[in-house]
């Protein structure tokens, strides 16, 4: 009898140590890739191994004491490794994000820059221009004269005209029928010039006189 019973309370003690074995190893439930849902009889052990992870990384990424007591309930929620690893990877994806959206706006404040650097030139050029565009006197007999020939050391920078028109020290713009643009003050006054207040004589070397000797001319004071 009493080997009887020796027997029962053996067969009992076996299958409670396979029941309790049974319920430590139940998976805990998978909530989603990154976290489970804790199961009566799991561990910290158990959930890293089925994981795939260290305990000290479960442990890590559950804010938890690495080698510390883990103490979890049934329902309580873990984090596995990965999501620690999936957040990092989005803060580095947004600095990146960041660095380069800083990167274009220094982009376009340069391009706007040189934007206003250009149109400043642009005016600038214009301004120039404009003060080389003077008063229309009309169009004007021109004729060509070396100062060095005649014997004159009054250099090519003059033009000789009726004073009574231009006075000595006007500064004429004078564009040529081909498209020659000349800029003569006035410093002489000479034979035609003198007796056809139409026509300017202006100075320039006698290599350099074009070869069809006169022409017309657009005038302008400056």
Known sequence: MK???SIALVSTMALTAISAT?????????????HVQVEAGDTYKSIAENAGVTIAELEQANGREVGGYDLIFPGET???????????????TQAAQDTTQTAQATQTTEDTSYQAQDTTQATTQSAATTTQTGTSQGTFKISFYDPAVL?????????????????????????????TVLIRTVNDTGTFAYSNPNQLDVAMPNNQIPSYGVTTASVEVL
């Open 3 to 5: 080997k009887v019973l």
């Open 22 to 34: 049974t319920k430590t190893a139940q998976a805990a439930v998978q909530l989603d890739s990154n």
């Open 78 to 92: 873990v984090t596995l490794p990965g999501a620690t690893t999936a957040a990092a990877t989005d803060t580095t």
């Open 151 to 179: 014997g004159s050391n009054m250099g090519y920078g003059g033009v000789a005209a009726n004073l009574s028109v231009f006075p000595k020290g006007t500064t004429l713009k004078i564009t040529l029928s081909d498209g």
